[in-house]
């Protein structure tokens, strides 16, 4: 159930809360070339004052290419490639494992081909992060799932388009992913024609250590701005497949493994940071507008389908089924010093004591009062406490339609 109120699909979470230092703007609606777009539903878009960009190459490509589309911004690049700066690197490679960048500190890269065609991405933009002096620019771009969907319903007649559609779903959405037909689709493309949602990409970016300072759709491509705040990660395995192990808080601070289906879009676990900066939290302290929760994870969220895989967790010992939520290592951070202490003197559990209260709270210091509320009671009476607060809960998710969002 989501029993995990703000928690997300995450498997790494601890990502710093940087400011990158550049003036951000945040634009409520839709940028008005993508209102048709899938990726967009009204959820706020980054985007930064050009004077507030450091590197005078990145500045000038920024305010000469802004209100021109795909084609013209590509053209611009290559016809002025030759007056930037040698720290800044126009990038034509397509393998991540192929880049060949100097061995000096770069101020910006930017790539001239598009995610869709380099493979090994992950390492692409690894290399690149390394490359960069702190502080120093991505400029990068794409077409993404949704604007090949577009292409492909306005391409072929009714009927047939969505039969199109599918095919080309399972051929580079679903076989990259799926552990039987992964290494048969690298195989026959060779990584080069991945269909990326825009979620994932900036997930990607934010995994290689970039904080995202400009975004936007022109024409068929989605173009992304981002500046180097931290080193990329390495040590960790991005979910992907239905089946997921979540880095969580545990009892006495010990990280575990919370298993869960997949909700969100791959990559999503990195967006944390960013979705809390610009979405920050709704009712229940989840994340408002989350956009990286997809159809088919809203329909699981709301009749508690992705939870089920907890009980694994609640079988070894890790979890208990009444409890205070186990929380991603970001989302624990925004908890008070003494609800930090305070809540890792018990096991998490499956379900969360909001649900037990009469009124479900509104803000996460109105969560953190509710736990506070279970926690303190459970530590004198154990046993009556998880039995009145399941017997509660329970009331009221049969009887009072009490349901995940």
Known sequence: MNMNAGADDSDRNAIPMEESGVERIVCDGRPETSAEYDEFNGERVASVSETSVTDEDFKRLMEATSALDEDETLAWIKTNSGSFSPETLIADETNGRDLSLPQKSLGAVVMLRPFNEIAHLDTFL??????????????????????????????WPPVLNSIVYFCHYLGHRVMPKARLTKRLYFALTKGKQLDYHRVEVLGRLYRAGFDVIDESFRGAHYFVAARKIKAPIKDDEPTGSPLIRLRRTGKDGKIIRVYKFRTMYSYSEYLQPYIYKYNRLAEGGKFADDYRVSRLGHFMRKYWIDELPMFINLIKGEMKLVGVRPLSQHYFSLYTPEMQELRIKVKPGLLPPFYYDKTRPKTIEDVQESERRYIEAYLQHPFRTDWRYFWGTFGNIVFKGARSK
């Open 126 to 155: 690894t290399a690149v992060n390394e490359a960069l002096e702190d502080g120093g620019y991505i400029w990068c771009h794409c077409s993404t799932a949704a604007l090949h969907k577009k292409k492909i319903m306005e391409k």
